[in-house]
Protein backbone atom coordinates (compact mmCIF):
# COMPACT_ATOMS: atom_id res chain seq x y z
CA UNK A 1 0.00 0.00 0.00
CA UNK A 2 2.81 2.58 -0.45
CA UNK A 3 3.72 4.16 -3.78
CA UNK A 4 5.66 7.49 -2.53
CA UNK A 5 2.73 7.89 -0.63
CA UNK A 6 0.19 5.57 1.95
CA UNK A 7 -2.62 4.22 0.18
CA UNK A 8 -5.69 2.10 2.17
CA UNK A 9 -6.04 -1.14 0.43
CA UNK A 10 -7.02 -4.89 1.69
CA UNK A 11 -4.91 -7.39 -0.45
CA UNK A 12 -5.23 -11.55 -0.42
CA UNK A 13 -3.28 -14.69 -1.56
CA UNK A 14 -5.76 -17.44 -1.49
CA UNK A 15 -5.18 -21.04 -2.07
CA UNK A 16 -6.96 -23.25 -4.37
CA UNK A 17 -9.27 -25.17 -2.68
CA UNK A 18 -8.01 -28.07 -0.29
CA UNK A 19 -10.28 -31.35 0.17
CA UNK A 20 -9.10 -32.31 3.89
CA UNK A 21 -12.42 -34.45 3.93
CA UNK A 22 -10.09 -38.21 3.84
CA UNK A 23 -7.29 -36.60 5.49
CA UNK A 24 -5.90 -37.67 8.79
CA UNK A 25 -3.95 -34.40 9.70
CA UNK A 26 -3.90 -31.84 7.24
CA UNK A 27 -0.90 -29.29 7.69
CA UNK A 28 0.25 -25.80 6.66
CA UNK A 29 3.89 -24.58 6.91
CA UNK A 30 5.68 -21.48 4.95
CA UNK A 31 8.04 -19.10 5.65
CA UNK A 32 7.39 -15.35 5.90
CA UNK A 33 9.22 -11.92 6.03
CA UNK A 34 8.22 -8.48 6.44
CA UNK A 35 9.73 -4.64 7.36
CA UNK A 36 8.34 -1.45 7.90
CA UNK A 37 5.14 -0.12 10.32
CA UNK A 38 1.88 -1.50 9.08
CA UNK A 39 -0.72 -3.97 10.17
CA UNK A 40 0.38 -7.63 10.44
CA UNK A 41 -0.24 -10.23 8.33
CA UNK A 42 -3.42 -12.38 8.64
CA UNK A 43 -3.69 -16.34 8.22
CA UNK A 44 -7.24 -17.04 7.72
CA UNK A 45 -9.20 -20.50 6.87
CA UNK A 46 -12.18 -20.97 5.20
CA UNK A 47 -15.03 -23.83 4.75
CA UNK A 48 -17.75 -21.66 2.58
CA UNK A 49 -15.96 -19.50 0.26
CA UNK A 50 -16.51 -20.49 -2.94
CA UNK A 51 -13.74 -19.81 -5.03
CA UNK A 52 -14.69 -17.12 -7.16
CA UNK A 53 -16.69 -14.61 -5.26
CA UNK A 54 -15.36 -11.34 -3.33
CA UNK A 55 -13.38 -12.84 -0.36
CA UNK A 56 -15.88 -10.63 1.81
CA UNK A 57 -19.27 -12.75 1.13
CA UNK A 58 -17.11 -15.87 2.81
CA UNK A 59 -16.67 -16.46 6.72
CA UNK A 60 -12.98 -16.30 7.45
CA UNK A 61 -11.57 -17.89 10.60
CA UNK A 62 -8.28 -16.14 11.98
CA UNK A 63 -5.27 -19.21 12.17
CA UNK A 64 -2.60 -16.18 12.79
CA UNK A 65 -1.67 -17.49 16.30
CA UNK A 66 -1.25 -21.06 14.99
CA UNK A 67 2.19 -19.52 12.57
CA UNK A 68 5.28 -18.59 13.81
CA UNK A 69 6.13 -14.60 12.25
CA UNK A 70 8.93 -12.92 11.33
CA UNK A 71 10.70 -10.40 13.61
CA UNK A 72 11.03 -8.31 10.63
CA UNK A 73 14.01 -6.46 9.08
CA UNK A 74 13.02 -9.21 6.48
CA UNK A 75 14.38 -11.83 8.59
CA UNK A 76 12.82 -15.18 7.18
CA UNK A 77 10.94 -17.45 9.15
CA UNK A 78 9.67 -20.90 9.68
CA UNK A 79 5.99 -20.39 10.53
CA UNK A 80 6.31 -24.07 12.11
CA UNK A 81 3.58 -26.97 10.72
CA UNK A 82 0.15 -25.72 11.36
CA UNK A 83 -2.41 -28.18 12.34
CA UNK A 84 -5.60 -28.18 10.32
CA UNK A 85 -7.26 -30.69 11.74
CA UNK A 86 -10.21 -29.20 12.36
CA UNK A 87 -10.81 -28.63 8.89
CA UNK A 88 -11.22 -32.19 7.80
CA UNK A 89 -14.02 -30.81 5.00
CA UNK A 90 -14.26 -30.94 1.54
CA UNK A 91 -14.40 -27.64 0.50
CA UNK A 92 -11.07 -25.32 2.45
CA UNK A 93 -9.44 -22.16 1.75
CA UNK A 94 -6.40 -20.91 2.78
CA UNK A 95 -5.57 -16.77 2.81
CA UNK A 96 -3.28 -14.60 3.55
CA UNK A 97 -5.07 -10.91 4.09
CA UNK A 98 -2.91 -7.70 4.35
CA UNK A 99 -4.71 -4.51 5.14
CA UNK A 100 -2.63 -1.20 5.06
CA UNK A 101 -3.53 2.37 5.85
CA UNK A 102 -3.48 5.70 4.86
CA UNK A 103 -0.90 6.49 7.67
CA UNK A 104 1.26 3.36 7.35
CA UNK A 105 1.95 0.18 6.06
CA UNK A 106 4.31 -2.79 5.98
CA UNK A 107 5.61 -5.07 3.65
CA UNK A 108 5.07 -9.23 3.62
CA UNK A 109 6.82 -11.59 1.68
CA UNK A 110 5.25 -15.60 1.87
CA UNK A 111 7.16 -18.23 0.26
CA UNK A 112 7.66 -21.92 0.45
CA UNK A 113 3.78 -22.53 1.19
CA UNK A 114 3.45 -26.46 1.66
CA UNK A 115 -0.11 -27.56 2.45
CA UNK A 116 0.14 -31.37 3.44
CA UNK A 117 -2.86 -33.41 2.90
CA UNK A 118 -1.64 -36.57 4.69
Known amino acids: NYNGVNTASESWLISP ?5 LSTQPTLEFK ?3 KYTGA ?3 LLISTNYD ?3 SPST ?3 TDISSSAIWSTGNFLWTYSGIIDLSAY ?4 VYIAY ?3 GSNSNGSTWEVDDIKIFNK
Open 40 to 42: PLQ
Open 58 to 60: ATW
Open 88 to 91: KQPS
Open 17 to 21: KNDFS
Open 32 to 34: NAW
Open 97 to 99: KYT
Open 51 to 53: GIS
